[in-house]
């Protein structure tokens, strides 16, 4: 009997953009800047500290859903890759415990084949940044299967399913 499953997901970063949000909108323009500039919270660090806190009460899987980047660049969604990877420790996970698969923002669509045959080769910068970090976890043109064995309760396993949607 399955009494447990911890999931982390996380999707929509946009990163660069989220990490330089603020929280707090402080209008008086009397209110000392210095001060205004360590009460505004970024929601990014909000989430990172949230995330941090899962993690400590154990988690079984990790799934990436895209969006990790804004604009298809390749060096923000490596960037939020690097962040991430302070945060979560990827090397510390083994490979079927995590499900990336990637969004419209991730890739730079107008790498896209105008024919319509091509539909993975846009993906190969975003897998290649994945890889880069020593966890090749991106699929982009097969379903990803993986089965958990959770530990405290090994008699009970469960499947995750990855599809990118490109693929639909």
């Not at 997901?9 to 360590?38: T, Y």
């Not at 979560?88 to 419209?104: E, I, M, T």
């Not at 539909?119 to 190969?124: D, G, V």
């Amino acid at each position: 009997m399955l009494k447990r499953l911890g999931l982390i997901h996380i999707g929509d970063v946009h990163f660069p953009d989220a990490k330089n949000e603020r929280l707090a909108d402080i209008k008086d323009p009397g209110f000392p800047s210095q001060i205004a500039d360590l009460v505004r919270v970024k929601p990014l660090t909000c989430v990172a500290r949230k995330f941090t806190s899962v993690m400590e009460n154990g988690a079984d899987a990790i799934l990436f859903t895209g969006d990790l980047t804004s604009l298809g660049d390749i060096g923000g969604y490596r960037d939020c890759l690097a962040y991430l990877n302070g945060l979560v420790n990827f090397k510390r996970w083994s490979l079927d415990r995590v499900h990336a698969v990637p969004g419209n923002h991730d890739v730079e669509r107008v790498k896209v084949d105008p024919a319509g045959t091509d539909l993975t080769s846009k993906f190969a910068e975003v897998a290649a940044a994945w890889k880069d970090l020593g966890f090749p976890v991106l699929s982009v043109d097969t379903m990803r299967q993986s089965e958990i064995v959770l530990p405290k309760t090994p008699a009970s396993s469960v499947k995750l399913f990855s599809l990118n949607g490109v693929f639909i």
